[in-house]
């Protein structure tokens, strides 16, 4: 997986933690003491709740990219007293030579298999599994948060407050700042939309591709497909996010992981 300090010194995470900065500052110090004022108390409102989310969005995406997402481990063997239900199973991995537990799946870059796979994200410079979805996700959901809520700082600014655009370089600006906060709105709204997705039906992105099939052909014969470790929306927020529900936006809170090579399956 590489040196933890070394993934903060990774281009991506660098442009990530960059980007961030930017975004708070125009928003902060631009935007909203453009319009209302850091002085007025609806402007320092909107400040302490800006700055809330942002340094949320900063703290779940330091977790994200120091905790380990989970490796096979050295003790993990199969029970071949008792095989797993459903057609669940553990596979061999021929790249490290040896089983791996089920949702378990080889990466080509960290070169090992992580527990409970869901991608490769270079911009945490880290594997997205068991050890560290609820930190990236809790990332997600404020950086989204964040960039919306910039957004509408921005648009307002811009509508209720006449502004001298004579100046090229200032209306670049502003043009500028428009082009990253919409960008970042669309892009990182819809990633959160996906991993709500997945989150509620307790699968990763690896498994939804490998379900597709299953999906078109329970469709086709006029069934409805359902995963084998969707246990309704309520049980699988609780798997990922923990069983106590104030702890659920707190991307420390990760005592109820547990090894990550078993998953209770659903009887449907």
Known sequence: MGDKKGRFLSLPVLLVISLMGFVYYTTVFVFIEDWLGLSTSLGFLNYLIF??????????????????????????????ENPPKHGVTSRYCDKCSTYKPPRSHHCRVCKRCVLKMDHHCVWISNCVGYGNYKPFIIFILHAATGSIYSTVIFVSSILQKDHDFSRTSRKLFYVLCGFVMISLSLTIGTLLGWHIYLLTHNMTTIEYREAVRAMWLARKSGQKYRHHFDLGVYKNLSQILGPNMFKWLCPMALGHLKNGTEFPISND
Do not use: E, N, Q, R
């Open 51 to 80: 700055s809330w989310v942002a340094f949320m969005s900063l703290l779940s995406f330091f977790v994200a990219v120091i905790k380990d997402p989970g490796g096979v481990p050295t003790y993990f063997a199969l029970d071949w």
